[in-house]
């Protein structure tokens, strides 16, 4: 037998001790490891990353050119924003 066995490969009643220090050891790495990959996914600065490509995905086309329907929803949101202004200014002279 191998001392670089998982305790799954052999049976604990069979394994010598060096085996099963062995796969005590590579569980714990491949633990580690694991932690180490779930730390890199919750971190702060990878979430932000992600937020924003999310964001710029919805607003920018992949060649960097704003998405004609952004375009078209920013300028009728600045026109009726506008003609609200104008429409409640010129009811404030009239009363």
Known sequence: ????????????DQATTA???ESIRLREERI?????ELI???HLRVLVTR???????????EDGSPKPEVLALGAGT??????LVV????????G
């Open 51 to 61: 937020a924003v490509n999310k964001a710029k995905s919805g607003v920018v086309e």
């Open 78 to 83: 600045v026109l009726g924003v506008a003609a």
């Open 1 to 12: 037998m191998t001392d670089n066995v998982y305790t799954s490969d052999v049976t604990v």
């Open 40 to 42: 890199g996914r919750i």
């Open 87 to 94: 429409g409640l200014s010129g009811r404030n002279k009239r």
């Open 32 to 36: 580690a490891d694991n932690i180490d």
């Open 19 to 21: 085996q099963l220090a």
